[in-house]
DNA sequence: AACGCGCCCAACCGCACATAC
DNA sequence: TGTATGTGCGGTTGGGCGCGT
């Protein structure tokens, strides 16, 4: 199933910006259809536009449908936008659904030009949703001195981020694992066939996890928003922290005195929740070093059941 | 006023999945 | 069942714009 072959690459399809006129013949031809569209390939030369298909497509799903919401992003779209990254990853089109009149394109682009700065600005990395190390925190504006590689683990150690995984506790930890799981098998990536095999049951997981009404993806929270009463609030006061002279003061946390904390949700002492083994967002890095000089084995596949209690011998194989 | 720089976001690109045949 | 076609999706690009010098 190779790719198909786009109309886009044909000669004297326009390219590019839309015009007034192009957008009003689009809506016009859109409108007279009962806003329904049959075949977005053919769409173009039915309305009599000089594009391919799939531009008319993104610029009706992204600009011109109806029911798109306009403006800045409230407070609580942000939160939520950051509690569904945290659960579901860079899934813009999953993430769009749960915001009325956002487009998958517009959440992604708020995410990677505000989004992601404050986390990083915050101490937290965009990515695991996991306090950055120390020597990550942002200076100035950006990141601090490249990251110093943690010592090796001692002989006969489990993994570190296998034992992290393993160490992961009840069923409402499921997409921790998954989290988890996602970054260790695109560090053995290079294993085409093991990775694919367990990306399978990775996927499994996260959808059992999905499933479960004990823990639902919209219920999902990062821990650094457990106890905010406010994220633009959070980041304010963390730009005000990084703009005065002492940048050596550790990363605001907010309490709102409103709310009682939830010593579940968060350490007290961190923002590192206590369900989340020490140490996690340190070896995520090396540990990608670690699995990129693995030469391809002849691999069993491990049981994932098996991760909360005895621990598969294939776990003990790093 | 002119220039350089960085930010933002609409639009594009290419891959993967779904469906039709 | 295999192939062709259509669509969805996530990553990336580049032009416009504002701001500082």
Known sequence: MGRSPCCCHDAGVKKGPWTEEEDRALVEHIKKQGGHVGSWRSLPRAAGLNRCGKSCRLRWTNYLRPDIKRGNFSDEEERLIVRLHAALGNKWSTIATHLDGRT???????????????????????????????????????????????????????????????????????????????QLLSAINSNNDVAAGLMGMANLAATNAMVSPTSTVANHQPSYLCDVPSFSGQDMAEQQRLSSSDTTAPPVLIR??????????????????????????????????????????????PNLCSLESDLDPFWRTY
């Open 256 to 301: 709102s005195s409103a709310e009682p904390v939830d010593h579940q949700c968060c350490n007290d002492a961190a923002l590192v929740p206590e369900t989340y083994p020490q140490g996690v967002t340190a070896i995520v890095d090396w540990q990608m070093q670690e699995f990129s000089n693995l030469e391809p084995l002849d691999l069993e596949l």
């Open 104 to 182: 998958d394109n517009e959440i992604k682009n708020y995410w990677n030009t505000h989004i992601k700065k404050k986390l990083l600005r915050m101490g937290i990395d965009p990515v695991t949703h996991q306090r950055l190390p120390p020597d990550l925190l942002l200076v100035d504006g950006g990141l601090a001195s490249p990251l110093l590689p943690p010592p090796p683990p001692p002989p006969g150690a489990l993994h570190p981020l296998l034992s992290a995984v393993a160490s992961l506790g009840s069923l409402d930890s499921t997409l921790r694992q998954f989290q988890l799981l996602q």
